[in-house]
C-alpha cells in the first residue's frame, strides 16, 4: 500500500464538539471507573498478545531444533545446495527498515506461485514483518527440509545462532520490493572483510595526494620515498578497498563489486578519483541489520 492509497481521517470542527458532549456525559454518569476498566482490559490484552508471540517462536525453535541451518556454512544439515544471486538479484535498488513481529511455519501451498523466492520444500517459514504501519509476510523454505540457506544467512546478518531462533522476535532488517512483494535484503555469502579497511583507503589515498603534490612541485625524490608510493599504489590501496568493500557487500545493502573498485584503486592517476567516489557511494550505504 502506498502513501497515497492510505486514508485519512479529518476530523470536522462538529465531529471535535460531539465527543466533547458525549465525554461530559459519560463523566456526569460516572463512567469514569468504567474507562479505567477498559484502559486496564487493554493493557492486558496487549501484554496477553505479546506473550503468545514470543511463545510462538519459541514453539518454532523447538520443532527446528538440531536441524537448523548453520550460518558459518550457509546450509542446513539435511543439505549442501547454495543459495543463488547477490545483493543486487535478491532486492531492489531503494531500502527501508522493516521489524520482525510474528512467525509461523506453513504449508508451501500458501506461497504466492509468483513470490520472487522459489521454495521448494514441503513447509515453509512465514515471518511477519512491520513496515510503515502495515504487515507484510515474507516467506523462506522451512530449515528442517530443502535448501535453507538464505534463510541461514538471515541469520548470521542479525547475529542469532542457529538454536535461538526465539531471538528473532523484534529484530530490525532491510527490506527492499522485488516483483511487488517486501523480501529481506540477504548477502550471498556469509560475512567477509572489516570496516577497517576503511582507514586504510583513506590512509593510502592520503598519501598518493601527497605524492602528487610533490611531483607537481618539482620535488627531488629519494628512491625510498618512489618505492614506497609503488607500495601504496599496488598493494596497500587496493588491498584496503577489497577489504572494506567486501565488508560493505556482506553487511550492508551497499551491493557493488569490491573487486572492481580494488582493481581501480591499484592504477596511478585514476585510483584518486576513484577512491574519492568509492567513499562517496559507501556514505549510502546502510547496515543491513539495526541492532
Known amino acids: 500500500m502506498t502513501e497515497d492509497e492510505t486514508d485519512i481521517d479529518v476530523d470536522t470542527p462538529s465531529d471535535d464538539l460531539e465527543s466533547e458532549r458525549e465525554h461530559e456525559r459519560e463523566h456526569e454518569s460516572g463512567s469514569g471507573s468504567g474507562s479505567g476498566s477498559r484502559s486496564e482490559l487493554d493493557e492486558e490484552g496487549t501484554t496477553a498478545t505479546v506473550d503468545e508471540t514470543a511463545s510462538s517462536f519459541l514453539e518454532l525453535e523447538a520443532e527446528m531444533g538440531p536441524t537448523g541451518p548453520d550460518p558459518a556454512t550457509g546450509t542446513g544439515t539435511e543439505s549442501g545446495a547454495s543459495g543463488s544471486g547477490h ?72 547475529e542469532i545462532p542457529p538454536d535461538s531462533f526465539a531471538s528473532l522476535h523484534g529484530e530490525r532488517l532491510l527490506v527492499t520490493l522485488e516483483d511487488g512483494y517486501y523480501v529481506p535484503v540477504i548477502p550471498s555469502t556469509r560475512p567477509r ?51 572494506d568493500g567486501w565488508y560493505l557487500r556482506t553487511q550492508t545493502d551497499w551491493g557493488q563489486g569490491p573487486w572492481f573498485w580494488a582493481v581501480l584503486a591499484a592504477i596511478p592517476g585514476l585510483n584518486v578519483f576513484s577512491s574519492l567516489l568509492y567513499l562517496r557511494t559507501r556514505r549510502r550505504a546502510r547496515p543491513l541489520h539495526d541492532p
Do not use: C, M, N
Open 87 to 158: 545483493i543486487g538479484s535478491e532486492a531492489g535498488t531503494e531500502t527501508i527498515r522493516a521489524q520482525i513481529v510474528g512467525a509461523e511455519r506453513v504449508s508451501s501451498d500458501v506461497v504466492p506461485h509468483d513470490y520472487p523466492w522459489q521454495i521448494k520444500a514441503t513447509d515453509a517459514l512465514a515471518l511477519e514483518l512491520e513496515i510503515r504501519e502495515q504487515t507484510v509476510t515474507a516467506f523462506f523454505a522451512w530449515p528442517a527440509e530443502g535448501p535453507s540457506d538464505r534463510f541461514a544467512r538471515l541469520l548470521t546478518v542479525l
Open 193 to 243: 572483510g572489516s570496516p577497517a579497511g576503511v582507514y586504510g583507503v583513506y590512509a593510502g589515498l592520503a598519501f598518493t595526494l601527497a605524492f602528487a603534490a610533490l611531483a607537481l612541485t618539482g620535488a627531488l625524490f629519494d628512491l625510498w620515498l618512489v618505492v614506497l608510493f609503488v607500495l601504496v599504489t599496488l598493494l596497500v590501496l587496493p588491498v584496503a578497498t577489497a577489504i
